[in-house]
């Protein structure tokens, strides 16, 4: 897994609250059983005016100019700032797989939904949660400088503004070691083989009908 | 010390390991797989020379992007080469490790949420998880069931636990009798209307009261299913009699002395009367309409007698700014009359709304009666080859088809259009599936999710009409 320990990049305004998953990649993407290549695919109902088809070629397609990923000044975005509930909606793991690929290494928002923010932690992205007023604000200083980068510290846990402004975050410890050590949870877990196989003999004993049924 | 929930007990009977960072490390007793979310999953255990857990423990179907039109020649007659690849992928995936599945043709086959209870794969009292948000469906036999992405697919298929953190407790309490003509669709719709589509994050939703325990297995599993749509990963409800007479002599099911046994542990799946919930959300049944939602998000939900909101009326700018994207996108009108939306196509299926008690819902409205000039196409599209089985037996399929529906393989079809059948730009859909997102059902199309009696009732109309009027 990717780590993440400290980025700094544009930021781009993602003005609306719920935003689904089917937004992030829509579901004619799903069909690939890769995980790479979704970035060219991200939002693509808001961000191109034609209907997209896997496996199309998208340079070339027109444009949604109003779209903020399109616009010269968030060109290169690496930030995203969002509203409440980011990531609503299917637990489709492509939706993080889209934001990495585009290049998205951190979406900051008041609120996410959850299946999404668990998503992320496995694929080198970081969500942050803000408080409303604090998004708000960051939403402001966005607009009014073009080029406005912000700074993650995950050691830290602060988003840094061009002003030098420290905006401490929470993060869960186990998740914050695993992303700053690029670890993988698998072999993690698997560390504890022991207390698993011990608690499948106990399951065994209380719920045997569980074994060996399906077959 | 306060009595335990149902979630608590379900968590506490299947922890394997408290981490030290208040993450929990939780046994998994069942995996639902199917072919969107699987590929990637089987792919990183390839790479990492693993092996899986326990084979016994999953069970795959394919059911996203299967052909819901006539497919006896298998899955090389799947038209599009991305979709055949992925089920041909299911299938080889499955093959390879040894898990069972039942593939495309099987009559076994159905959409996994309504596939894996129907086969007592899921029993009351497990923890499920599938790599699809709509796995809180199975909460309704007391199943403790999570929707999980494709690394947590992967991460239970090689050790058969999941990461996780401890949930809130909420309990949605609707009390008293529904109306005639008010299904547990509306019931769930009304209920995310109240709560809003976050209002569950964080939290395990059990489903309480006079009307939950009335209501019917199949009932249930609406009703959970839709939990994640008001932002909870796990909705459940007690088990009952209900639920213990719905699993017997069932596939999977335990049989014998076994059966007995299991049906005396299950005795203890319900939350102690001293139980405290974090939140405690109460609704009076007998005010629940027929639900229409005239939005993009499920919350944005209306009873059939009502009007589609005006922004004018809300004081919260994100509020309104959302209002008014849903009704440009949507094509409405400010205070338009819900009836008075017209419509373009039905849809009777998905995981929400396909088992037989939803078919023959719908089929009691169009019978004897005509679908509609204006509607392009009505579609009904059972949960699985033995939903579908039972329905042909009862000549559902006749009294649909005579109307003028379409009657389809099993699959999810246009519930999120992976496969042929979708919407096209600015169609509108009475639907019974369970999200109505921008371009969910088709690139521009515009959901409005309904129950099946109500997507019937607009079949045969044209338009939004109180089922109520055709059922008296
Ligand atoms: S029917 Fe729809 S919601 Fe249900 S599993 Fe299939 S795609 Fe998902």
Redesign the interface.
């Known amino acids: 897994m990717n780590k993440f320990t400290l980025h700094t990049g544009i930021a781009a305004p993602m003005d609306r609250a719920n935003i689904d998953t089917d937004m992030i990649i829509p579901k004619q993407f799903l069909k690939s059983i890769k995980r790479s290549g979704f970035g060219k695919n991200l939002f693509d109902e808001l961000r191109y005016l034609d209907e997209g088809l896997p496996d199309q070629e998208c340079t070339g397609r027109p444009l949604n100019e109003d779209f903020v990923l399109n616009k010269a000044r968030y060109q290169g975005t690496s930030i995203l700032l969002a509203r409440e509930n980011f990531g609503c909606g299917s637990s489709r793991e492509h939706a993080p797989w889209a934001l990495e690929d585009f290049g998205i290494r951190s979406v900051i928002a008041p609120s996410f939904a959850e299946i999404f923010y668990n998503n992320c932690f496995k694929n080198g992205l970081l969500p942050i949660v803000l408080s409303d007023e604090t998004v708000e604000q960051l939403f402001k200083e966005v607009a009014a400088t073009e080029g406005y980068q912000l700074t993650v510290d995950l050691e830290r846990q602060l988003v840094v503004t061009p002003a030098g402004e420290e905006i401490a975050f929470e993060i869960d410890e186990f998740r914050k070691h695993c992303l700053l050590n690029g670890l993988d949870d698998i072999g993690l877990t698997l560390q504890h083989a022991d207390d698993i196989r011990a608690y499948e003999d106990k399951r065994k004993q209380q719920a045997p009908w569980l074994f060996g049924a399906i077959k | 010390m306060a009595g335990k929930t149902l979630y608590d007990k379900l968590f506490e009977s299947h922890l394997?390991?408290q981490?030290e960072?208040?993450?929990s490390?939780i046994?998994i007793?069942?995996q639902v797989l199917h072919e969107?979310?699987s590929?990637?999953a089987f792919?990183g255990l390839r790479l990492?020379g693993?092996q899986p857990?326990?084979i016994?423990?999953?069970?795959a179907t394919p059911d996203?992007?299967v052909p819901t039109t006539e497919r006896s020649a298998g899955v090389d007659q799947i038209a599009?080469p991305?979709?055949r690849?992925?089920v041909k992928?299911l299938d080889s995936n499955c093959d390879e490790f040894g898990i069972?599945e039942f593939k495309m043709n099987d009559q076994r086959q159905g959409i996994v949420h309504v596939m894996a209870p129907e086969q007592g794969?899921i029993?009351p009292?497990?923890t499920a998880v599938c790599?699809?948000?709509h796995t809180a469906t199975l909460g309704a036999l007391g199943a403790l069931a999570h929707?999980?992405?494709?690394?947590?697919v992967?991460?239970v298929l090689?050790?058969?636990?999941l990461?996780t953190?401890k949930m809130k407790n909420m309990l949605v309490r609707v009390d008293g009798e529904l109306g005639i003509g008010v299904t547990p669709k509306d019931v769930v719709l009304h209920v995310i209307g109240v709560i809003g589509?976050?209002g569950g994050?964080?939290y395990a939703i059990e489903f309480g009261g006079d009307v939950f325990r009335n209501m019917s297995m199949e009932g249930r599993m609406t009703v959970c299913n839709m939990a994640i749509e008001a932002?909870a990963?796990v909705g459940l409800v007690a088990v009952d009699q209900t639920t213990v007479d719905y699993v017997e002599g069932r596939a999977?099911?335990?049989k014998g002395a076994?059966?007995l046994?299991?049906v005396e542990?299950w005795k203890d799946l319900v939350s102690d009367t001293d139980a405290e919930f974090d939140e405690v959300v109460v609704i009076n049944g007998a005010e629940i309409e027929p639900q229409v939602t005239w939005g993009t998000?499920p919350e944005m939900v209306v009873g059939v007698g009502d009007q589609v909101p005006n922004p004018a009326n809300e004081t919260d700018q994100?509020k309104i700014?959302?209002i008014n994207?849903a009704l440009q996108y949507m094509g409405l009108e400010a205070d338009q009359k819900i009836t008075d939306i017209k419509l373009d196509r039905v849809f009777i299926g998905s995981c929400t709304n396909s088992r037989i008690e939803d078919l023959r819902d719908a089929a009691k409205v169009v019978e004897g009666r005509k679908v509609a000039e204006n509607i392009i196409q009505a579609l009904v599209v059972p949960g699985s080859g033995l939903v579908k089985e039972q329905a042909e037996k009862e000549g559902l399929d006749k009294i649909f088809t005579d109307a003028g529906l379409e009657w389809r393989e099993p699959g999810c079809s246009m519930c999120?259009?992976?496969n042929p059948d979708k919407l096209g730009?600015g169609e509108h859909c009475a639907s019974t599936s369970n999200?109505n997102?921008?371009?969910?059902q088709g690139?521009?199309g515009r959901t409005h999710l309904v129950s099946p009696a109500m997507a019937a009732a607009a079949a045969v109309a044209g338009h939004f009409v109180d089922v109520r009027e055709l059922i008296k």
């Open positions: 394997v390991r981490n960072d208040g993450s490390l046994y007793d069942r969107v979310t590929p990637q792919e990492a693993r857990w326990r016994d423990a999953n069970i996203h992007n599009d991305v979709s690849i992925q992928t069972l794969a029993l009292g497990v790599g699809d948000s929707g999980v992405g494709t690394s947590e992967e991460h090689a050790t058969q636990c990461i953190k589509t976050a994050t964080g932002g990963r999977f099911a335990p076994q059966w046994q299991a542990a998000s994100v700014d959302g994207r999120l259009a992976m730009n999200r997102f921008e371009g969910r690139f521009g």
